[in-house]
């Protein structure tokens, strides 16, 4: 992501980077409940999803729920893991980790990998919570206040791959928990990696997109990002979205990349002016992706970034979207989740978090522009960080089944939505 607003004194040569909360302080209830939130219709759309049930934690929600049969996963900055019933809204079990969890959990047949946010790869029976294995890595860290999330490990034929704050990426046998090859990079490795064509592609904090070997680790290639005079490095935050052959990836220096998968060139790239492309994904042949201070929504053609449709939002976008066959969902870290035409990118509602209802206007006018005195009200790095957790903002990727959507706010709450379209 990026900077929200950029306050600068050239007098001491310092600035502040005011960005997204981690801390939300919400009292600790499970099951269903009832619920100030609002669903509006936007352009005379009227049929609209209903609430059926919300799970409230202690702290914010950074992950993003993950749903295997009847169960919902999800991990939270109070360093637990929960299991929801998926009809109910009512915790099943909880396993506790000693970091804060901000990735998602990893689901194989009978088992769970979650990254504990604690240096820590555990294998959990995803039934009971029972822990059957841990995988200890050389220990986790924050880059900044705004490195929000933490590397989700993937599963391929029987191998767990996963990135690290100590800067490794790791290939773990799922059955065992043993090592089978790491590659270390300059920094942390907090992107989700992404495997095509027998090589795994991962960014790293220090400017570089690498693709290895899968089977071995391997260097195959490695390219570095351009950078940006606030982001001289070119951090690659984002995580990596791979298609014909391409590698899709923002980073800091304002650059959504589409690498060549063989050779690692650069086929072509997105260059945002106000701030970070993090969030690319691929649907239906379709590249969508989000930025931050741009406050767009995009759909463009994979193979040359050519725009369909873009859309603006009303405040930043840090999660991917998730799709059913005619629209796309996706939240935006003001406290609203849109659903949206896939083809046109118009928006047919807004579920609008209670959290965003009741402190709107203490930031915000009307339009969710920035009140005119907001340097006044917002002095502080840390203070805009807790505003976005006060208004519920949403960094996850929801879950879309027939029936439900599911997605997770930086409120605390878990939050199930009937589907109709």
Same mark, same amino acid.
Not at 179 to 202: C, E, M, R, S, Y
Not at 204 to 229: C, I, P
Not at 386 to 411: A, H, K, M, R, W
């Given at each position: 992501?990026?900077?929200?607003?950029?306050?600068?004194?050239?007098?001491?040569?310092?600035?502040?980077?005011?960005?997204?909360?981690?801390?939300?302080?919400?009292?600790?209830?499970?099951?269903?409940?009832?619920?100030?939130?609002?669903?509006?219709?936007?352009?005379?759309?009227?049929?609209?999803?209903?609430?059926? @049930?919300?799970?409230?934690?202690?702290?914010?929600?950074?992950?993003?729920?993950?749903?295997?049969?009847?169960? #919902?996963?999800?991990?939270?900055?109070?360093?637990? +893991?929960?299991?929801?019933?998926? =009809?109910?809204?009512?915790?099943?079990?909880?396993?506790?980790?000693?970091?804060?969890?901000?990735?998602?959990?990893?689901? $194989?047949?009978?088992?769970?990998?979650?990254?504990? $946010?604690?240096?820590?790869?555990?294998?959990?029976?995803?039934?009971?919570?029972?822990?059957?294995?841990?995988?200890?890595?050389?220990?986790?860290?924050?880059? /900044?206040?705004?490195?929000?999330?933490?590397?989700?490990?993937?599963?391929? &034929?029987?191998?767990?791959?996963?990135?690290?704050?100590?800067?490794?990426?790791?290939?773990? /046998?799922?059955?065992?928990?043993?090592?089978?090859?790491?590659?270390?990079?300059?920094?942390?490795?907090?992107?989700?990696?992404?495997?095509?064509?027998?090589?795994?592609?991962?960014?790293?904090?220090?400017?570089?997109?690498?693709?290895?070997? +899968?089977?071995?680790?391997?260097?195959? @290639?490695?390219?570095?990002?351009?950078?940006?005079?606030?982001?001289?490095?070119?951090?690659?935050?984002? %995580?990596?979205?791979?298609?014909? =052959?391409?590698?899709?990836?923002?980073?800091?220096?304002?650059?959504?990349?589409?690498?060549?998968?063989?050779?690692?060139?650069?086929?072509?790239?997105?260059?945002?002016?106000?701030? @970070?492309?993090?969030?690319? &994904?691929?649907?239906?042949?379709?590249?969508?992706?989000? %930025?931050?201070?741009?406050?767009?929504?995009?759909?463009?053609?994979?193979?040359?970034?050519?725009?369909?449709?873009? #859309?603006?939002?009303?405040?930043?976008?840090?999660? &991917? &979207?998730?799709?059913?066959?005619?629209?796309?969902?996706?939240?935006?870290?003001?406290?609203?989740?849109?659903?949206?035409?896939?083809?046109?990118?118009?928006?047919?509602?807004?579920?609008?978090?209670?959290?965003?209802?009741?402190?709107?206007?203490?930031?915000?006018?009307?339009?969710?522009?920035?009140?005119?005195?907001?340097? %006044?009200?917002?002095?502080?790095?840390?203070?805009?960080?807790?505003?976005?957790?006060?208004?519920?903002?949403?960094?996850?990727?929801?879950?879309?089944?027939?029936?439900?959507?599911?997605?997770?706010?930086?409120?605390?709450?878990?939050?199930?939505?009937?589907?109709?379209?």
């Amino acid at each position: 992501m990026t900077m929200r607003f950029l306050i600068v004194n050239l007098k001491s040569s310092f600035w502040i980077l005011a960005v997204v909360s981690f801390i939300a302080s919400n009292r600790a209830v499970t099951g269903q409940t009832e619920s100030d939130s609002s669903i509006n219709a936007i352009n005379d759309y009227n049929q609209l999803p209903n609430i059926k @049930w919300e799970f409230k934690s202690d702290t914010s929600f950074f992950a993003s729920p993950v749903v295997s049969e009847t169960l #919902v996963y999800i991990g939270g900055l109070d360093s637990l +893991l929960y299991a929801i019933d998926i =009809n109910s809204g009512i915790e099943k079990w909880r396993f506790r980790t000693k970091g804060e969890i901000r990735s998602n959990a990893c689901i $194989g047949s009978d088992t769970l990998y979650l990254n504990g $946010g604690d240096g820590i790869l555990y294998s959990l029976d995803k039934m009971t919570g029972n822990l059957i294995w841990t995988f200890q890595t050389k220990g986790e860290r924050k880059y /900044d206040f705004a490195d929000y999330f933490h590397s989700t490990p993937v599963l391929k &034929n029987g191998v767990l791959y996963f990135g690290s704050g100590d800067g490794n990426l790791y290939a773990i /046998d799922s059955g065992s928990g043993k090592l089978i090859w790491k590659f270390q990079t300059g920094n942390i490795v907090h992107t989700t990696p992404a495997i095509d064509n027998n090589k795994i592609f991962l960014g790293s904090f220090d400017g570089y997109v690498y693709a290895l070997s +899968l089977s071995t680790g391997e260097l195959v @290639w490695k390219f570095k990002t351009v950078g940006h005079h606030y982001f001289p490095v070119g951090e690659v935050q984002g %995580s990596p979205a791979v298609f014909n =052959n391409l590698v899709f990836i923002g980073a800091r220096d304002y650059n959504i990349y589409a690498l060549d998968q063989n050779k690692g060139y650069c086929h072509w790239n997105k260059a945002f002016t106000r701030g @970070w492309g993090l969030c690319n &994904n691929i649907h239906d042949s379709v590249l969508f992706t989000g %930025s931050a201070d741009e406050r767009v929504l995009m759909a463009a053609d994979p193979g040359t970034g050519k725009e369909f449709w873009k #859309v603006n939002m009303e405040f930043l976008i840090f999660g &991917n &979207n998730a799709y059913s066959e005619n629209m796309m969902y996706v939240g935006t870290t003001i406290g609203k989740l849109h659903g949206i035409s896939i083809k046109t990118g118009e928006k047919l509602w807004s579920f609008e978090m209670e959290t965003y209802r009741q402190n709107r206007f203490k930031y915000f006018k009307v339009d969710d522009s920035y009140r005119d005195d907001i340097y %006044s009200i917002i002095q502080s790095n840390e203070h805009f960080l807790q505003v976005e957790c006060e208004l519920g903002g949403i960094f996850s990727t929801p879950y879309i089944s027939d029936e439900v959507i599911i997605f997770s706010s930086t409120n605390g709450r878990l939050y199930c939505l009937s589907r109709f379209d």
